[in-house]
């Protein structure tokens, strides 16, 4: 077996960090569905891209219909495959440099999906440009797959692959080094409450309650505006001095605005939206929102293990079930909370969410699925397991520990071939995923680009094992 390991791809650096930081100007956040551009015209253009310069590279592409795209080289009915994904989450507030903007500073280049995931998905196009210009003998033909509804539910991939075939063997770049085989089940779930403010007269009205955003793991701001009404400004604040990173602004409209603040000693699980919970729950008078506020703050808060709710699950492979309040909005005379559900992969995902549902119909409050993501086991004896171990170890002198994860990559669409791997090194820089002025070093990008290359040409020439295949 040739060793690949030891500097190939930094011919192609220059090539790499142009075509990265030229793709991150590319605002492709999802959109309005056009004529064959299901998520918009901004993921469509990022599509388009990969698949002309793969073309230009002398590829055979296609693109399956706006919803994804591959490059391919070689031949044979068995396939290997990488998977990445073009489209990102949408830019945020509080950035320094511009979101888009792709800018190459110190050795890194910044800007919405460096990372997170088009640095990567230019890396697998250029390795697999290295093993066709070396002329690397293969058993399969190799694809790399671009995906472009990643962060909005991985509807592409449903769609990519009922009309391609699966992979024989695949990893995914959209997480970190060695390798997770473990992904849990993953739900995203709405929990709504509709006021009848013509029955609100014996209580205080909720104009509003804003705070998080799905994508961020604990949200450090929550805003709630309620009508003053018969309350005093004086008692306002006897209530708010209990707690410190509550501020409160009173407004000539009758109106108060509270906010609470970032993580601070009275935060306990740095959630601002469980905290605002957890003190309109206990103020000494009631709200029109009081069936929603108590659920949340009674069977969430800032309990992240499930046990209010009755869904709290564990077992030896991924470990125990996680909640995560994640966002709180306000659409009219509906309040909605966005609640993320991750469990083991040994547990019934529907009959979980079965129970959340129940509990909320009990405090007369309404549960919408809105995302459901299955859970990923991979066998330790699998050989894409077995191969991309052997690779990591080889490149790095480390143990290739197999690690698990709440979140989600396209691996859960691979039917139990494919794992997560690379492309963040461990002890690396956090690279402000999903947050602003998202970035990546390019050294690291490079380190991942020669283990990339490595993994993908010695699962190209795997003998194919059907016993210890996962369909």
């Known amino acids: 077996m040739k060793m690949l390991i030891g500097g190939e791809m930094a011919q192609y650096r220059n090539e790499i960090v142009h075509h990265i930081s030229e793709l991150v100007k590319i605002r492709s956040v999802q959109e309005e569905a056009e004529p064959s551009k299901p998520y918009g015209s901004g993921v469509n253009r990022a599509l388009e891209y990969m698949l002309e310069l793969a073309c230009s590279m002398g590829f055979a592409t296609k693109n399956v219909d706006g919803y994804a795209g591959y490059a391919e080289y070689g031949s044979g009915e068995r396939m290997t495959a990488v998977l990445v994904h073009l489209d990102t989450v949408h830019e945020g507030e509080g950035w320094t440099y511009p979101p888009f903007g792709g800018l190459i500073e110190e050795e890194r280049i910044v800007g919405r999906g460096a990372s997170d995931n088009k640095g990567p998905a230019v890396v697998a196009l250029y390795c697999l440009k290295a093993i066709r210009d070396l002329g690397l003998p293969i058993r399969t033909r190799i694809r790399i797959i671009f995906g472009t509804n990643e962060e909005s539910g991985m509807k592409d991939m449903d769609y990519y692959f009922s009309k391609e075939p699966q992979p024989d063997f695949a990893f995914v770049p959209d997480a970190g080094y060695p390798l997770f085989n473990v992904e849990m089940g993953n739900a995203m779930i709405r929990i709504s409450h509709t006021r009848d403010r013509r029955q609100g007269s014996g209580s205080l009205q909720i104009d509003s309650l804003t705070g998080g955003m799905p994508l961020i793991m604990a949200p450090e701001r929550c805003e709630v505006r309620i009508a003053s009404g018969h309350v005093s400004e004086g ?3 006897e209530l708010l001095n209990r707690r410190t990173n509550l501020q409160a602004e009173m407004g000539a409209d009758g109106y ?5 603040n970032g993580n601070t000693a009275n935060q306990p699980s740095g959630n601002a939206i469980a905290d605002m919970m957890e003190w309109l729950a206990g103020l000494p008078f ?14 969430i808060g800032h309990d ?8 709290h699950r564990s077992d030896e492979v991924s470990g125990p079930t996680l909640v995560l309040l994640k966002q709180i909005l306000t659409e009219g005379d509906t309040l909605t909370a966005i609640i993320n559900v991750r469990y083991p992969v040994t547990e019934d995902g529907d009959r979980l969410l079965g129970l959340v549902a129940e509990q909320a119909q009990l405090h007369g409050l309404q549960m919408t699925i809105t995302r459901h993501l299955r859970p990923v086991y991979v066998s330790p004896d699998h050989p894409v397991v077995r ?12 143990k290739a520990e197999l690690l698990k994860m709440g979140a989600g990559t396209y691996a859960r669409k691979l039917k139990n071939n494919g794992v997560a791997f690379g ?4 002890g690396g820089v956090d690279n402000n995923v999903h947050r602003p002025d998202e970035f990546v070093r390019i050294e690291d990008m490079m380190k991942h680009a020669d ?8 699962l190209a020439i795997q003998e194919i094992n ?6």
């Open 387 to 398: 191969t991309l171990s052997r690779v990591y170890e080889r490149a790095t002198g480390e």
């Open 451 to 458: 283990i990339c290359l490595q993994g993908l040409y010695e």
């Open 256 to 260: 108060i605005a509270i906010t609470a």
């Open 304 to 311: 992240t293990s499930g046990k209010a709710l009755g869904i």
């Open 466 to 471: 059907p016993s210890l295949t996962q369909i």
């Open 286 to 299: 009631r709200t029109d929102a009081d069936p929603f506020i108590l659920f949340l703050n009674k069977k």
């Open 423 to 426: 492309a963040g090194l461990p």
């Open 235 to 237: 008692k306002w604040h």
